[in-house]
């Protein structure tokens, strides 16, 4: 199976941070022009933690998790958002314990890269998340998303508690009704099992790594599709586009 565009950026980093010699030009990126490859190791990090807050934290906040696709566009999305207060890149709805990158893109460990937002219900609602999330992905997709193939990429809702499932449900079914795309929402609506965190160098990629993230995205078809089918009707600024994200 040919690497996907994401997954030859992620081969070279790795290659970068373990400090050899690499030759961008043999590579098969198919950008229209070669990509900067740069790490920057010292971005802050948020240390915000779900599992580390006490019973009377927890009651303040819930999760909501979806996977669409490379989950390195998943985030600047809904981290602007006011209300949301932790968004975590990671892999989830699989069979394997502590995944690494490389054996969830091998498509045999189950799991989808989703991401997992921390959000205040008293602010924004689980509804509004989810319209955000329609309005980054091609639901229509069952197999992946754009340029990215495979399982690990398809489109999923992860539902944490009845109710949630409940407005997942309608909010696909409206998404249907409205006759926006001539094939129905292929897009999975599942019980949130164990989260497991991505790796370090996958968090916040969009502003470790810029000039990637933006490069990414203008190859994968992800961009092209949310202008087609989404942006001409969507005024809400809630849709974050790559170059409104820091440096």
Not at 82 to 107: A, M, R
Not at 134 to 144: E, L, N, R, S, V
Not at 161 to 190: C, G, M, W, Y
């Amino acid at each position: 199976m040919a690497k996907s565009v994401k997954q030859i950026l992620v081969s070279i980093q790795n290659l970068i941070i373990k400090g050899l010699n690499i030759d961008t030009n043999n590579s098969t990126y198919s950008g229209s022009r070669p990509p900067r490859f740069t790490c920057r190791l010292n971005v802050d990090t948020n240390n915000f933690s779900y599992s580390g807050l006490n019973h009377a934290e927890k009651s303040k906040y819930e999760l909501a998790t979806f996977a669409g696709g490379c989950f390195w566009c998943m985030v600047a999305p809904f981290e602007s958002l006011d209300g949301v207060i932790k968004v975590t890149s990671g892999y989830t709805g699989g069979f394997k314990t502590n995944p690494t990158y490389e054996q969830v893109c091998s498509d045999n460990t189950g799991h989808f890269e989703a991401v997992q937002i921390t959000f205040e219900p008293k602010i924004i609602s689980y509804e509004t998340l989810l319209e955000v999330f329609w309005h980054q992905i091609d639901p229509t997709d069952a197999g992946g998303q754009f340029h990215d193939r495979g399982k690990s990429y398809r489109t999923a809702i992860f539902y944490h508690n009845e109710l949630q499932r409940q407005v997942a449900v309608d909010s696909k079914k409206e998404l249907n009704n409205s006759h926006r795309f001539s094939t129905p929402a292929a897009t999975l609506i599942i019980p949130a099992t164990t989260f497991y965190p991505a790796e370090e160098y996958h968090q916040d990629y969009h502003r470790k790594n810029k000039g990637h993230y933006i490069q990414y995205r203008s190859v994968s078809g992800r961009d092209d599709f949310i202008s087609q089918y989404w942006s001409e009707n969507d005024p809400d600024p809630a849709t974050v586009r790559h170059d409104e994200t820091d440096d």
